[in-house]
């Protein structure tokens, strides 16, 4: 079986930060489980028994689990409005419009702005 070069030989750290989330539950047991894996869950009687079956039980999980980075390639696609591009590069109108309008903002004529609105 030829293995994909898209998948990332994995470099392993000598430990693995987890977190641990403790819950009291309404039936007087506490409830502990790993926030990364919220599958990996157990109830007890106390908070130390709960904690430690469920360390024991994901050390044992981990003893059967590989996990593999893998880089997700993403297709690039063309911007939808890319499509539009240069579409008015040789109509007439749209340059005379764009005209008016690039004479309108360097214009120094302020005569439509009331200058009370800026005092």
Same mark, same amino acid.
């Given at each position: ?23 009291s ?10 926030? =990364?894996?919220?599958?990996?869950? +157990?109830?007890?009687?106390?908070? &130390?028994?709960?904690? /430690? $079956?469920?360390?024991?039980? *994901? ?6 689990? =590989?996990?593999?980075?893998?880089n +997700?390639?993403?297709?690039?696609? &063309?911007?939808?409005? /890319? $499509?539009?591009a240069?579409? *008015?590069?040789?109509d ?15 214009? &120094? ?11």
């Amino acid at each position: 079986m030829a293995i994909n070069p898209d998948l990332v030989q994995p470099q392993w750290p000598s430990h693995l930060r987890v977190t641990i989330l403790v819950e009291s539950l309404i039936s007087g047991k506490v409830a502990a489980s790993i926030f =990364e894996f919220p599958t990996c869950r +157990v109830e007890a009687d106390t908070k &130390e028994i709960a904690i /430690a $079956q469920l360390q024991s039980n *994901f050390l044992e999980q981990l003893q059967h689990t =590989e996990a593999i980075p893998w880089n +997700v390639p993403i297709p690039s696609t &063309e911007p939808t409005w /890319a $499509q539009f591009a240069g579409i *008015f590069q040789n109509d007439l109108d749209f340059q005379a419009i764009m005209e008016t309008i690039r004479a309108e903002r360097l214009s &120094e004529d302020d005569s439509e702005v009331d200058p009370a609105y800026y005092q």
